[in-house]
């Protein structure tokens, strides 16, 4: 059975940080490509960041700069380190991984930013 497990959601100012952590089990995690992705109240959700099984990564221009993720194969954990952070970024985050077209998802943690 498939887990993806978020952790390290919460409340906090702007300008503040946060770190997000993800823990995999049931997929071979070394081999998957993992990302953080985010859905706030009437929006879809959208891409905050990707790491490939060899470290590439990707973030789009809003989260550029400020969001960081890394992976720890040993653990099979993966991390979004959010610096930073703006009213805007307030949204579930959900962890995702990815092997050749087969996606699982957590089930979200709460981020939220006030002004």
């Known amino acids: 059975q498939v887990q993806l497990v978020e952790s390290g959601g919460g409340l906090v100012q702007a300008g503040g940080s946060l770190r997000l952590s993800c823990a995999a089990s049931?997929?071979?995690?070394?081999?998957?490509?993992m990302g953080w992705y985010r859905q706030a109240p009437g929006k879809q959700r959208e891409l905050v960041a990707i790491?490939?099984?060899?470290?590439?990564?990707t973030y789009p221009d809003s989260v550029k700069g400020r969001f960081t993720i890394s992976r720890d194969n040993a653990k099979n954990t993966v991390y979004l380190q959010m610096n930073n952070l703006k009213p805007e970024d307030t949204a579930v985050y959900y962890c995702?991984?990815?092997?050749?077209?087969?996606?699982?998802w957590g089930q979200g943690t709460q981020v939220t930013v006030s002004s």
């Open positions: 790491i490939t099984n060899g470290y590439k990564t």
């Open positions: 049931g997929i071979i995690f070394s081999i998957n490509a």
């Open positions: 995702n991984s990815e092997f050749r077209g087969t996606n699982y």
